[in-house]
Every structure is written in structure tokens, then in C-alpha cells.
């Protein structure tokens, strides 16, 4: 067993805040071991949270279409969320996102940080409200992505979220989606 599946099963017992009651389970991050960059999400969504998986809905499609404009090679990533277990609200049939806590965050930054250490990647992108989760309430997206920085050894790039890009007007979504692209192939020249 290697350290990352260690950390995988031992995080899917994780009850260091409430969101573990209602979650269907814990989503822990996936893609390559020696990946040379770590994507960071906020949280997983509903399609997440029912598969067990990270980036696997329509965001993660998203973002796998903007890695390919980056000529980024998407077998040699690894995505992963600040938060494990998706926090929502139930409107009739539909799971709607709401956004963690500050305690939420602060509750599974070891998770993360331990993944940081066995992936040990030369470059985290942090996606979205992540970006100010992780760098606290002071950081703002787009003004301030080259300021990104954490106690952690690899370059920090602070990007769009791709859920964002899709919850946005339609008419804005081009050049939204082009600047997460940007973003990624600074990523890239840094790895």
C-alpha cells in the first residue's frame, strides 16, 4: 500500500468537523503520484461526492478541456479539494453547493498538506475560492493570483475555479475560460 492510499483510506474515517454526517463519503484527490502539479479545488460537488472521486462532473470536464488548451498533460496531474466532504443544501431533490467554513477549511488542511508532501509537486494551482480559503480573507481573485503563496516548498498560481466560469453570464464564459488557460500555462512554465 503506498502512503497515498494510506492517507485515502485513513481520511475516509475523517470526522474533524460536521460535514462527514452528510456527505455520502469522503472524496479524496487522485491522479498521479509524481505529478508534477497539484490542482486544488474548493470542495467536491454532488457528482463528486456520489463518485468518490474528484473533478468528475461538469467542472472537472471543464478543467480537463482548459489543461489540454495549456498542453498540459493531464496524466501527470493531480486534482484534489481543500475540503473532503461536500457541504450542501437540500432543495427538494437537488443538492445545492454551499461553501465551507473557514473551521471546514482549517479542519482538512492537513489532509491536504499531507497530500502536498507525498505528491510533492513543483506547482499548486489553486482554483477559486480556494485561493482565499487557503490564503485567507484578505485574497482576491483575478488582482492578486501572483501573490499566491503557502508555507509549502512548491510555486503557488491562484486561477479561476471552472465551476465559476460556468455558473457565470454565457457572454463572459469565452474569456473567463481563456484566462484560466493563462493561468495554467504559467503554471506550466514555472514546472
Known amino acids: 500500500m503506498t502512503a497515498l492510499s494510506t492517507l485515502a483510506k485513513e481520511a475516509q474515517g475523517c470526522q474533524r468537523c460536521d460535514l462527514y454526517r452528510n456527505a455520502t463519503q469522503t472524496v479524496f484527490g487522485s491522479g498521479s503520484t509524481k505529478a508534477w502539479l497539484m490542482m486544488v479545488g474548493e470542495q467536491p460537488g454532488d ?3 456520489r463518485a468518490g472521486e474528484p473533478f468528475v462532473g461538469p467542472a472537472g ?4 478541456k482548459a489543461l489540454a488548451a495549456a498542453d498540459i498533460d493531464r496524466e501527470r496531474v493531480y486534482v484534489t479539494n481543500a475540503v473532503k466532504h461536500f457541504k450542501f443544501e437540500q ?3 437537488r443538492r445545492i453547493h454551499k461553501a465551507p467554513s473557514r ?9 491536504l498538506l499531507a497530500e502536498m508532501n507525498v505528491i510533492s509537486p513543483d506547482v ?6 480556494t485561493a482565499k480559503s ?3 480573507n484578505d485574497f482576491r481573485l483575478p488582482s492578486e493570483r501572483d501573490k499566491a503563496e503557502l508555507d509549502v516548498d512548491p510555486q503557488v498560481v491562484a486561477a479561476m475555479h471552472p465551476s465559476a466560469i460556468l455558473r457565470g453570464p454565457p457572454r463572459d464564459r469565452d474569456k473567463a475560460f481563456d484566462a ?3 493561468d495554467l500555462r504559467v503554471a506550466a512554465a514555472l514546472g
Open 47 to 49: 457528482q463528486e461526492d
Open 134 to 136: 487557503l490564503m485567507g
Open 180 to 182: 484560466l488557460v493563462a
Open 61 to 64: 470536464r471543464l478543467l480537463d
Open 103 to 111: 473551521t471546514e477549511v482549517v479542519a482538512c488542511r492537513p489532509w
Open 124 to 129: 499548486v494551482v489553486l482554483l477559486g475560492a
Open 91 to 93: 432543495r427538494s431533490k
